[in-house]
């Protein structure tokens, strides 16, 4: 059974940081790049980051570039975001996938205010 479960959401005040872990279970975590996709709140889906399967690239949407970073331990079946300087424009559920098989996380809420 192909399970993602998010966690490490919360409330941070804008400025925080915040690191949210994604722990992939039923698929060989290895084998596929992933991503992280959020939703903000009345709005639609919006990609915000990718990692390849051995992590020699990673990819990031314009509004994240130089405050996000995502990571991945193939050892633990685990994938990561690491967020800096938190606006409250990435208030939003953040959600792992593995979009080439079309898996997601039932994700995890980040609330950046004061």
């Known amino acids: 059974q192909v399970r993602l479960v998010e966690s490490g959401g919360g409330l941070v005040q804008p400025g925080g940081s915040l690191r949210v872990s994604c722990a992939a279970s039923?698929?060989?975590?290895?084998?596929?790049?992933m991503s992280w996709v959020r939703q903000a709140p009345g709005k639609g889906l919006e990609w915000v980051s990718r990692?390849?399967?051995?992590?020699?690239?990673?990819y990031y949407t314009d509004s994240v570039k130089g405050r996000f970073t995502i990571s991945r331990d193939n050892a633990k079946n685990t994938l990561y975001l690491q967020m800096n300087k938190l606006e409250s424009g990435d208030t939003a559920v953040y959600y792992c996938?593995?979009?080439?098989?079309?898996?997601w996380g039932q994700g995890t809420q980040v609330t950046v205010s004061s």
């Open positions: 996938a593995n979009m080439k098989s079309d898996y």
């Open positions: 039923g698929f060989t975590f290895s084998n596929y790049f």
């Open positions: 990692i390849d399967r051995d992590s020699s690239s990673t």
